[in-house]
């Protein structure tokens, strides 16, 4: 599929990206970026365009804002570390230092104290630092996911260096998404009750969390990856497919056929950035290197 002419076609004029149309937003930008340099894009002037796009997100505190307009950092600072080093034009450094001062709100000792209090500290999941979407909220499993990915490709990229204490902060995101798991074995937002109900795990954080805890075993992960399978089988999102494909592909490299009966209702080139992005990446992780694992 001619993934790079078609996410080419709808770069805006700014050198972003948008969801579907109309403005620029980092996320979609991101994604972009990353699809169209795994399909080797390379050095071009559309890819030049898109960083400084890009630069122009990033705040004096180093983290990227969701779109020009926003003035404050998010989630999405770790996304944007996941490009290429190659695609120069935010300050990595800068970055990089505010995604690993990230905890979310939960690991603080202020609400940890006000849960024990409550009666309501036996949650497992508080013991670990996850990430949160905003700074001074609570962790979730998508900021989560990224950001260990993020942090993975830096220690990688490091050989040595500060990479202890790296390893240290991923293992501690590993073990949030761990112990955030539903009873099916899946991954939803974030919460594995709500309402006094057990919840059930989604397509696409199941997917993210799976790639997020490639190189982890276990019954934990032999279960999430059944779950993965199960939702596959059951998708009717294209986004929700590339998602799983990438995270059952991290894990189960010699069973890729088990994705072959899916159906997808649309094509993602007619589809969203997002979606056509995220096809884009999915297949190519399953001919060669993860852009998501891969230095």
């Known amino acids: 599929m001619q993934y790079s002419e078609d996410l080419l076609a709808r770069q805006n004029a700014d050198g972003g ?4 149309r109309g403005s620029s937003w980092t996320e979609p930008t991101c994604y972009a970026l990353m699809a169209l340099a795994a399909n080797g894009a ?25 779109r020009e307009s926003v003035q404050e950092s998010t989630w999405l600072t770790a996304l944007a570390l996941l ?19 990230q905890t979310g709100r939960e690991s603080g000792w202020v609400n ?21 979407w905003y700074p001074g909220t609570a962790a979730w499993i998508g900021p989560t ?8 490709k830096l220690a990688k990229a490091q050989r040595g260096g500060d990479s202890a204490s790296l390893k240290k902060r991923i293992d501690q995101g590993r073990g949030f998404l761990l112990a955030r798991r539903c009873r099916d074995g899946g991954w939803n937002h ?19 969390a799976l790639l997020a805890l ?30 799983l494909r990438l995270g059952l ?20 080139m007619h589809g969203s950035v997002m979606e056509i992005a995220l096809a884009a990446l999915a297949d190519r992780a399953q001919s060669g290197p993860n852009p998501f694992l891969d230095v």
């Open 42 to 66: 390379g050095d071009s002037a559309e890819l030049r365009r898109a960083m400084d796009w890009l630069r122009r997100c990033q705040r004096p505190d180093g983290g990227l804002a969701p």
């Open 190 to 208: 974030g919460s594995t009750q709500a309402l006094g109900y057990d919840s059930d795990s989604y397509p696409e954080t199941t997917g993210l």
């Open 145 to 152: 996911a990224i950001s260990v990915l993020a942090l993975e």
């Open 83 to 101: 490009l290429p080093p190659g695609l120069e034009g935010i300050d990595r450094k800068k970055a990089e230092s505010w995604t690993i001062e």
């Open 249 to 268: 592909g991290a894990h189960t490299a010699g069973e890729r056929s088990r994705d072959s009966g899916l159906i997808r209702p649309d094509s993602p």
């Open 17 to 20: 990206w948008s969801y579907r």
């Open 214 to 243: 490639h190189g982890v075993s276990g019954p934990e992960i032999k279960q999430g990856i059944e779950r993965g399978y199960y939702h596959l089988a059951r998708s009717h999102s294209n986004e929700a497919a590339s998602w």
């Open 112 to 132: 940890r104290l006000r849960l024990w209090m409550l009666g309501a500290d036996s949650d497992e999941s508080f013991k670990f630092d996850g990430w949160a």
